[in-house]
């Protein structure tokens, strides 16, 4: 089955940093770009940046806290954020690019709370 | 970057057809036909409804459709129904190697 499944939810205090992994399956996972997108509560989609071939680009809103990478021999992504703040309470979401982003995790929420 | 300017809310009666509007600039829209649409239900995962302007993946229905002309993309929706009551976000791949999205329009279904 073609999926990506993400790690659980997460709760962390300010300042703190979240790991949040996205593992794939079903298809060849090093054709694809890995894309990072949140959605804080009530607000819109953010893009954060993306993953290709283990080349990162960032938005440049999270470009100083972020760290993408990808682990092929586990097919698994991961998305690392620094230097926690209640603005970055949100759902985070990896997805694939295929010709748009067509292919979605389940989604991690990270709650930022002291 | 700003987030490309959709409208807040768009209705219309079940089997009418709306549109919503995406508007950016030459450095995104402008520049490729790379305009994807998604939509979102509340607690689910977003789903690609166009990508590429005008290609719709295998599932989608063929009501939903996407054009552009110069920095305006649009998603078409025809036949509305009452299961495409949700929240559409337009996005671009931009001249900085980066995705910009829209803020997003609400879809009510009178």
């Known amino acids: 089955q073609v999926q990506l499944v993400q790690s659980g939810d997460e709760v962390k205090k300010p300042g703190a940093s979240v790991r949040v992994s996205c593992g794939a399956s079903g298809y060849t996972f090093t054709r694809y770009e890995i894309t990072w997108v949140r959605q804080a509560p009530g607000q819109g989609l953010e893009w954060m940046g993306w993953?290709?071939?283990?080349?990162?680009i960032y938005a440049q809103k999270v470009h100083d806290r972020v760290t993408m990478t990808t682990d092929p021999s586990t097919d698994t992504a991961y998305m690392e954020l620094r230097g926690l703040t209640s603005d970055d309470t949100a759902m985070y979401y990896c997805?694939?690019?295929?010709?748009?982003?067509?292919?979605w995790g389940q989604g991690t929420l990270v709650t930022v709370s002291s | 970057q700003s987030a490309l300017a959709q409208p807040a809310s768009v209705s219309g009666s079940r089997g009418q057809s709306i549109t919503i509007s995406c508007t950016g600039t030459s450095s995104d829209i402008g520049a490729y036909n790379y305009v994807s649409w998604y939509q979102l239900y509340p607690g689910r995962a977003p789903k690609l409804m166009t990508y590429d302007v005008t290609k719709r993946p295998s599932g989608v229905s063929n009501r939903f459709s996407g054009s552009k002309s110069g920095n305006t993309a649009s998603l078409t929706i025809s036949g509305l129904q009452a299961e495409d009551e949700a929240d559409y976000y337009c996005a671009s791949y931009t001249t900085s190697d980066t995705i910009l999205f829209g803020g997003g329009t609400k879809v009510t279904v009178l």
């Open positions: 993953i290709r071939r283990g080349n990162a």
């Open positions: 997805s694939r690019n295929g010709g748009g982003l067509d292919l």
